[in-house]
């Protein structure tokens, strides 16, 4: 997590990040130079748990566990290295590297005691994908490679099981006609359900050696015929092939959309794991199953998982078969239970997380085959966070490095309203997979559900099973719905990840993709309809549903103590921790008093940014903004602006009371004020109109007419570089003059009643010291007025934002004006790129698919350049100024990564909206633990 702030660089400078990775790498010791494949077995590996980047998580953790001396087949990684090799020599691997895979595969042999290929003991292993950030399911595996027509017969008489032989033939078979040929799937399932059909089988394990045969014989001509070429019987061919795939399944798009989700950069690459295979398919005393060592949906301390017996790999996750839950395996082999306890509790205290492990069965003997922190929902992340803590297994600073900033916001999220949800019967239940509530209307493709949902419509994702590549139809739904799987079944752990509601494993469901319908009970919900489900407790409902605000909001807002809900206080521990640690202010960006008391509730302590002409918005206040503005002379003009007065006076006054006394950051007007009139299009229209209909319409059809004669004047080509921001000032210093004295009697009068309140008064968009001096003196002189006739004397600050570049690049001149800065990163990065925020939807996309850019410059700083902009900025403002305070209120300031930036540049606060508080608090602290000023 901790890294994050490292991983947003532009694919543009990959090359150069691959290299600067490398070298770190090399410094560290922690890969040798020339080194490219890492041997682990007998107790000992090459590798261990600090060499992700260059092992990929799995590679890392079978390193580690190997190291433990815990039970792990041995095997051997190809670093991600290689697979940047890979990609860079056009899909070639050079010969050295070749040879150091081949001289791995020996020792591995010597280490297993059977030979690849051999057709009296031959070994098997499997082929895993393994990247630095785990995408569960994004990537390809392949098991039981090593088999073929010989083989297979030797692993029979080996094991005295040709059913289990011919099963592993036929999965291996499988596996590699689909990743590595790419011939569909479906092409080997309609084989296979075949000769089921045939042979009047129910289940996968009905299926008997001689039924098995047929189906190998069949998937031969299958690969044969989509191919064109036999199924490769070459064990070292197998290999190479099945290596290549794994490496070419990192560029697959799924895999692309999944990173572009989670923000993995695409050139850290994937390993390649090769490793003995171990047998959950041989029989009733061998299974594989997976599991947490704590509950993902909710953090619970318990043990959870699922498990089936004689079934290898994916079996458990594919929904295919339900699996049983992982209590049940105590009473099937409670040996091989035991000791999945003991090392699963064991790796949680060593790795000092909840973990997510894979183990393999193999009759009765345990193995584990993988290991890293469980993904887990945000809600989930916090309990587990402070039990870890509670339970001594974590310091309170380790605890707050433990969840995700971003995964805050998931706690935040609406549940129903509980007395209109129990009015609705229940129509089915599932698995409560990932909490939340969702209520949308239900889609059955993942295409669908990004179309409707730009329509601006709310979707629920209904599938038999989620498969990776519905990915980007989960990302945009309410919730996600599947008829099959388990608790860690595709659906889950995705759903799970993004904090989306899921319910997974509603077996009374019958869904029918192609029509668009799904039936349940005697009733057919279609395309369109709407449904409602709780993701906590898994129950499905056919309606919409009103929400209601989370646990924690309802503290916030005050309807519930604190001391009654639990997981506030757990989110209120963390938050509190995260104040100790962080050196960084956090305030908030809010205009108005209720916005300003929410955050006051959610920890701001004080306000960066208060937009003035939002209180212009204001019930009954446009009317006397357009008289202002309408104005063509001064003395009217300041008739509407003292009718204005009184009104933004009580809604400073409203703001500064709910900042208890902490700073509130004023800005004076910035908007254009053509935002203040109706559209020039829609006047037309009404002109028109009034001209065409009969009666006395004299009177209004005049004010329509100076209206829309105003609306012209001001009326500009480029409004975003027009006539705003301290340019309105300069040439209409009255509004100045109206908002300072505004501002200025509000605090005196707080002042006066006790609390003492300093207004930061800030003015934007200067790119010209002498535009700060120039409002600086209104400022001044009003407040000097002000003062006298309210018969006290208050402190003050004038500063400026800095969203101009030239503001940023002369900044040593402006702080001689100014007594604060504040980035307004939003028209920084505008200014800087040059891009229209309100237009850069029309192609930041296509940037993004053309690796242009990585992300977008709005959401998270563009450290390059106009991070670049900002430190100049900051280091010449403090050239000048010393003490100059320093903060950023753009929308970057309530966003982790660009948190990370600000920390580095040492600016003293970052200013959030409301809701974005407990993100920013959180984020905050995290970046000050990994990263330092001046970095
Ligand atoms: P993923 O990242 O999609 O989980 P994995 O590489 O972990 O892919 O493997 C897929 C499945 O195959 C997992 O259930 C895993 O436990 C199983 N598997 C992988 N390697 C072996 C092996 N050597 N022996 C037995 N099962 C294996
Ligand atoms: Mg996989
Ligand atoms: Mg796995």
Known sequence: MAKKAARKNAPAAAAKKVAARKSAVAKSGAGKAGKHVYFFGNGKADGNRTMKDLLGGKGSGLAEMTNAGLPVPPGFTISTDVCTIYYKEKAHIPAAIDAEITANLRKLENAAGAKLGSTDNPLLVSVRSGAKFSMPGMMDTILNLGLNDQSVEGLKSRTQNGRFAFDSYRRFMQMFGSVVLEIPKAAFEHEFDGVKESRGAKLDTDLDEAALREVVERYKAVVKKKSGKPFPQDPMEQLKASRDAVFRSWMNPRAQEYRRIYDIPDYIGTAVNVQMMVFGNTGDRSGTGVGFTRNPATGTKEFYGEFLINAQGEDVVAGVRTPQPIAQLE???????????????????????????????????????????????????????????????????????????????????????????????????????????????????????????????????????????????????????TATGGMTSHAAVVGRQMGKPSIVGAGEIEVDEVGKKFRVGATTVKEGDWISFDGLSGEVKLARVASKPSEI??????????????IYKRFDKILGWSDKFRRMGIRANADLPDQAEIAYAFGARGIGLCRTEHMFFGEGRIPVVQRMILADNEADRRKALDELLPLQREDFYGVFKAMKGSPVTIRTIDPPLHEFLPKREDLMVEIARLEMSPGNKKKELA????????????????????????????????????????????????????????????????????????????????????MKEQGIKIKYLVGTMIEVPRGAMTADQVAQEAQFFSFGTNDLTQLTFGYSRDDVGKFLRVYQEKKILDKDPFATIDVEGVGAVVRAGVTLGRKTRPDLKVGVCGEHGGDPASIHFFEKVGLDYVSASPYRIPVARLAAAQAALAVKVGD
């Not at 909001?553 to 639990?566: C, E, F, M």
């Not at 209409?732 to 006066?752: D, G, S, V």
């Open 331 to 481: 009473q099937v082999m409670p040996a091989a239970y035991k000791q999945l306890r003991q090392i699963t509790t064991r790796l949680e205290k060593h790795y000092k997380d909840i973990q997510d492990f894979e183990f393999t069965i193999q009759d009765e003997k345990l193995y584990m085959l993988q290991t890293r922190s469980g993904k887990r929902t945000g809600y989930a992340a916090v309990v587990i966070a402070t039990d870890l803590a509670a339970e001594k297994l974590v310091t309170p600073k380790e605890a707050v490095l433990l969840v995700d900033p971003e995964s805050l916001n998931q706690l935040l999220a609406p549940g129903f309203d509980q007395d209109e949800w129990n009015k609705i019967a229940v129509a089915t239940r599932g698995l409560p997979a990932s909490p939340g509530a969702a209520s949308g209307q239900v889609v059955f493709s993942a295409d669908h559900a990004v179309e409707w949902t730009q329509q601006g419509k709310q979707v629920i994702l209904v599938r038999r099973e989620t498969v990776p590549d519905d990915i980007h139809g989960m990302f945009v739904s309410q919730g996600i719905l």
């Open 553 to 566: 909001l309802q503290v916030i807002n005050g309807q519930l103590k604190a001391a009654d809900s639990d």
């Open 703 to 786: 004010e329509k007419r100076t209206l829309l004669a105003r609306v012209e004047q001001l009326h500009e080509f480029n409004p975003m570089l027009g006539h705003r921001g301290v340019r309105l000032g300069i040439t209409y210093p009255e509004i100045t003059e109206m908002q300072t004295r505004a501002i200025i009697e509000a605090a005196c009068r707080l002042n006066k009643e006790g609390l003492k309140v300093v207004p930061e008064i800030m003015i934007p968009l200067v790119g010209h010291v002498k535009e700060l001096k120039d409002q600086k003196t209104v400022v001044d002189r009003v407040a000097a007025q002000t």
